[in-house]
C-alpha cells in the first residue's frame, strides 16, 4: 500500500529529527534498514541523492548510517561521505540552513531548499535506527564488504550480536562471592588411596593387584619404560618380586611425607629390597639400604634373621654385611633350633667368622659336632668341609688330647676318629 506524498514526507522528517536529536546521547554506528519500492530510474537517483546527503549530515554528528537494499553507486557515495566534518549537534540533519548555517547544504538536490517531497515521491520507507558502541575504523572495512548478490539484493554481511558490541563486559570475579572448591591435589590423592576406578591389574603370586599406572610411573622406571598408548591393561610380574613386598611398596607409594617407613620391617626389608631393585624404584631401594646399613636396627638376633632372609634369597652381599654384627649372639644362636637348621655353606661362615665372641676355640669345635649329630647319617658325609672350619692350632694340647681320647665324650670321639680330623688334630699340636 503506498502512502500519500505529503503524510510520507512528514514521516520520514519526524523519524529523522527524533533519531538525529536523540543520537546525541550515544556514541558508535547507527544502523538505519530501508526498504524501497518502484521503478522509476529518476525517482531513485534523487532518492539516492538524498541519502546520500542524509548520511553526510549524520557523519557530522559522530553517526554513521548503513544502508541495505541500496544499488553499489550509493553505497560508494554513503562510503565518501563519511570522512566530512561534523557540524554542531544542536543542527537539523535535514534542514541545517533553517537554523542560519550552511544555506548551501542542499545545493545538490534537485529542488529548491526546504521541499523535500521528492525523497518520498510513489515510495514506502520504513526506517529505523540501533545504536551501537563499535569503533568506527574497526567496522569500516567489514560494514562496507559485499557479499555474493544471489539475486536479493541483499550486500553486507550478518552481524551477530557479539559483532554488535554485546557480551563485551568482562566479568568481574573478585567482586563475586561463590562456594570454594576443593583444592585438586587432596581429591586426586583420595581417589588414589581409594583405589577408585584403577587402570592396570597386576598378577603377583596369583593373586591381582589393582592400582594406578600414573602412581607406579612416578616412583618406578620400570612402569615408566611403559608406552601408555600400547601397555596392556594386564601386567604379569616375575618372581623376584613378591606379594608382600609390593604391598609394602605400594602403600610406601601412596603415602605422604615420611610415613612409607611405617611398611618397612625387619621382616619384609630384604623382599622389598630386592622387589625395589627389579623394579627400579630407586628412592625406596636406598631408604632400605640406609634401613639395613643401620647397626642399630640391625645387629646380633636382627641381624641373623636378616642373613637367614638373604640366605634363602641368595643375596650374598647381604649375608657378608650382617656376619660382621653377630658377635656376641653367636653362642645363643649355637643353642637355638635356627642353628640345627642351618644350611652347610650358612654353617661354615659362621664357623669361620673372626667376628663371633666366644671364650675358646674348644666352643667352635663344640658347635659343629652339634650341627653334625642332629642328622648324623645325612651330615657325617660333611665332616672334612664342617672340621676344615675349626681352628684347632688355638686349642691347647690338653683340649686336643681329651677330644680324642676322653671316653665321657663319644660325639667327640665319634667324630675325631675319622682319619681327616686325626690329621688335623695332629697339626694343631704341632
Not at 123 to 132: C, D, G, N, R
Not at 241 to 255: E, H, P, R, S
Request: aromatic letters at 10%.
Amino acid at each position: 500500500m503506498r502512502m500519500k506524498r505529503d503524510d510520507l514526507r512528514s514521516e520520514v522528517t519526524n523519524k529523522f529529527s527524533k533519531s538525529h536529536s536523540n543520537a546525541m546521547d550515544y556514541s558508535g554506528v547507527m544502523y538505519l534498514e530501508r526498504e524501497v519500492g518502484g521503478s522509476n530510474e529518476s525517482e531513485t537517483s534523487s532518492v539516492q541523492s538524498n541519502l546520500s546527503q542524509i548520511i553526510k549530515d549524520a557523519n557530522r554528528r559522530n553517526k554513521r548510517m548503513v544502508y541495505s537494499n541500496c544499488s553499489d553507486e550509493a553505497l560508494m557515495d554513503i562510503h565518501k561521505s563519511c570522512r566530512k566534518p561534523h557540524i554542531k549537534r544542536d543542527k537539523c540533519a535535514l534542514h541545517p540552513d533553517r537554523s542560519g548555517e550552511h544555506p548551501d547544504r542542499c545545493k545538490d538536490f534537485n529542488h529548491p531548499i526546504g521541499e523535500h517531497s521528492r525523497l518520498c515521491v510513489n515510495k514506502e520507507i520504513h526506517l529505523s535506527a540501533k545504536y551501537v558502541n563499535i569503533h568506527e575504523d574497526q567496522m569500516q572495512h567489514k560494514l562496507f564488504t559485499n557479499k555474493e548478490d544471489n539475486g536479493k539484493g541483499d550486500y553486507f554481511h550478518e552481524m551477530n550480536l557479539s559483532k554488535l558490541g554485546f557480551y563485551s563486559d568482562i566479568i568481574k570475579w573478585d567482586n563475586l562471592k561463590a562456594p570454594d572448591r576443593r583444592e585438586l591435589h587432596p581429591i586426586i590423592h583420595e581417589r588414589l588411596c581409594s583405589f577408585i576406578n584403577p587402570d592396570i591389574i597386576l598378577l603377583i603370586d596369583e593373586h591381582e593387584f589393582y592400582c594406578h599406572r600414573i602412581v607406579l610411573q612416578c616412583y618406578s622406571t620400570y612402569f615408566d619404560e611403559l608406552n601408555n598408548l600400547e601397555a596392556k591393561n594386564y601386567l604379569k610380574l616375575d618372581k623376584e618380586v613378591t606379594k608382600d613386598a609390593f604391598i609394602a611398596i605400594y602403600a610406601w607409594m601412596l603415602t605422604t611425607g615420611q610415613g612409607g617407613f611405617h611398611y618397612l620391617t625387619r621382616e619384609n626389608i630384604l623382599q622389598v629390597l630386592i622387589a625395589c631393585h627389579h623394579l627400579k624404584v630407586t628412592d625406596l631401594e636406598e631408604q632400605c639400604l640406609a634401613f639395613i646399613d643401620n647397626e642399630n636396627a640391625f645387629s646380633e638376633e636382627n641381624a641373623f634373621h636378616l642373613f637367614v632372609d638373604a640366605s634363602r634369597l641368595k643375596h650374598k652381599a647381604i649375608m657378608e654385611l650382617m656376619v660382621p654384627r653377630i658377635k656376641a649372639f653367636f653362642l645363643h644362636l649355637v643353642s637355638s633350633k635356627e642353628f640345627l637348621e642351618l644350611s652347610l655353606e650358612d654353617l661354615c661362615i659362621f664357623l669361620q667368622s673372626n667376628y663371633a665372641i666366644v671364650h675358646c676355640e674348644m666352643e667352635m669345635f663344640m658347635s659343629a659336632v652339634r650341627w653334625l649329630m642332629y642328622r648324623w647319617d645325612d651330615r657325617c658325609n660333611y665332616m672334612t668341609n664342617v672340621m676344615r672350619c675349626v681352628r684347632f692350632g688355638l686349642m691347647t694340647p690338653s683340649q686336643l688330647v681329651d677330644i680324642r681320647k676322653n671316653p665321657e665324650s663319644p660325639e667327640f670321639l665319634k667324630v675325631t676318629q675319622d682319619k681327616f680330623v686325626q690329621k688335623l688334630i695332629d697339626d694343631g699340636m704341632a
